[in-house]
């Protein structure tokens, strides 16, 4: 059977969306955001929009979300690996990053959301939402604190506080989010590039020996 052949044209469509209103978000921020502005960046009517959102709000929501997926479905399985703590380390800080770069749109969605729910600005609706939003990436980053928790008992990492030095590392490993440009010519190889600065950088920051990051 072929791989066109088991996909859902409905749930296709509505990825489509998804796509559109990401960049819309990224681009223009959630509040200058209407629907418009994603009907006319996905060559459609609102129309089709409505038939699967109510509301902006519930569009943006299903972004973030997306967004999250995304970096479970990237991470989740080097965690569960069995492999050396060094190399799983290493293996899930440069994912991540790389996830930050080809999934940006996205991720500068997931990152406003926090913002959304810090500021308190919105509706008590709302607020349910992003609360039970921000649980999902509070889980995601459980799962390099328990990494790196392991790391410290090994005496790979040295740090004092797991969650300031989850913090620190997250820092680094999303910076692309906020200066990394998609142009003509930036090829995958470029990708790979940045996304190995950013975590040798978290790692010499998690007190990681030189020769156990030198290949990453």
């Not at 519930?58 to 990237?74: E, T």
């Not at 500021?119 to 607020?127: A, F, K, M």
Request: aromatic share 8%; hydrophobic share 40%.
């Amino acid at each position: 059977m072929s791989v066109s052949a088991t996909v859902n044209p409905a749930r296709h469509g509505q990825e489509e969306i998804l796509d559109a209103a990401a960049q819309c978000f990224m681009d223009r921020g959630y509040a200058a955001t209407s629907i418009d502005d994603v009907a006319r960046n996905l060559g459609a009517t609102k129309g089709r929009i409505y038939h699967h959102y109510r509301s902006k709000a519930d569009l943006f929501f299903d972004v973030y979300r997306q967004g999250m997926q995304m970096n479970f479905d990237a991470i989740a399985p080097l965690a569960e690996q069995k492999i050396g703590i060094v190399e799983k380390l290493r293996a899930m800080t440069k994912t991540h990053t790389l996830a930050m770069i080809r999934t940006q749109p996205y991720q500068r969605c997931v990152w406003e959301g926090v913002e959304l729910l810090l500021r308190g600005s919105t509706t008590p609706e709302q607020r349910i939402a992003l609360v039970e939003l921000h649980k999902m990436r509070t889980d995601y980053a459980n799962i390099f604190r328990d990494v790196l928790e392991q790391a410290k008992r090994e005496g790979i990492a040295h740090f004092h506080s797991s969650s300031i030095t989850l913090h620190l590392m997250f820092m680094s490993l999303n910076s692309p989010l906020f200066w990394f440009q998609p142009s003509h010519g930036v090829d995958e190889k470029t990708i790979d590039g940045i996304a190995s600065q950013c975590t040798v950088f978290a790692l010499r920051g998690l007190g990681l020996k030189e020769e156990l990051i030198a290949d990453v």
